[in-house]
């Protein structure tokens, strides 16, 4: 079945770390994207990516950086640079701004 | 920029009930979707209604652009129905814009 596969589900990372969250989907989907929700809160864009080897920043992209080298994945890198990096990650993909798909999220604590 | 209001921000239903949930918007949006993201994080896409009604089983929506609100009915509740419901429009190059969320409790 065709759909999106975030790993890992939970993580922690320990205060000056860099972590890695991984996205990766086989629905062929062009447009790719990294939002931030805190608890309680909406969805907030990190980054997005509508094409390889292009990204574009969303709305609150300090401390996180990305790449785009294959169609099928966009991993998220959470940097040191981020002073408060715990949340959940919820990575999608689109075919156009209609259909919307998502992962299932990363939990990201830091210990 | 273009501001969206959900209402109310909570809501607790016993199962069978009725609601109505609802989506203020500051300015004339496209593309108006509704989400549900269930107690364990995942988010569905439910409706694509820029304007009009939709309904899909016991969930239904219209929006009067307009007016710029759009409501979500859902009847006949039931507690898988528990979680909290998004609106979203489209802004630029595929970015969603989305509203704080209603987080519905339906007890049994």
């Known amino acids: 079945d065709g759909g999106i596969t975030q790993s890992p589900k939970y993580l922690f990372r320990k205060e000056g770390q860099n972590v890695t969250l991984s996205c990766e989907q086989n629905l062929n989907h062009d447009a790719m994207y990294w939002y931030r929700q805190d608890p309680g809160q909406g969805l907030r864009l990190i980054y997005y990516s509508q094409i390889v080897n292009d990204f574009q920043k969303g709305d609150i992209a300090e401390g996180y950086s990305v790449s785009r080298e294959k169609k099928e994945s966009f991993p998220l890198t959470v940097t040191s640079a981020q002073k408060n990096p715990t949340a959940f990650y919820l990575c999608a993909s689109s075919t156009d701004p209609y259909g919307y798909t998502f992962g299932s999220g990363t939990r990201l604590t830091v210990v | ?108």
Do not use: M
């Open chain 2, 1 to 108: 920029g273009i501001q969206v209001e959900q209402s109310p921000p909570d809501l607790i239903l016993q199962e069978g009930a009725n609601s109505t949930l609802r989506c203020n918007f500051s300015d004339s949006v496209n593309n108006l979707q509704w989400f549900h993201q269930n107690p364990w994080g995942q988010l569905i896409n439910l409706f694509y209604i820029p304007s009009g009604t939709k309904q899909n089983g016991r969930l239904s929506a219209t929006t009067v652009a307009t007016e710029r609100y759009s409501l979500l009915y859902i009847s006949s509740s039931q507690t898988t129905d528990s979680g909290v419901y998004f609106c979203a429009f489209t802004y630029s190059n595929y970015q969603l814009i989305w509203g704080a969320g209603t987080k519905l409790i339906i007890k049994p």
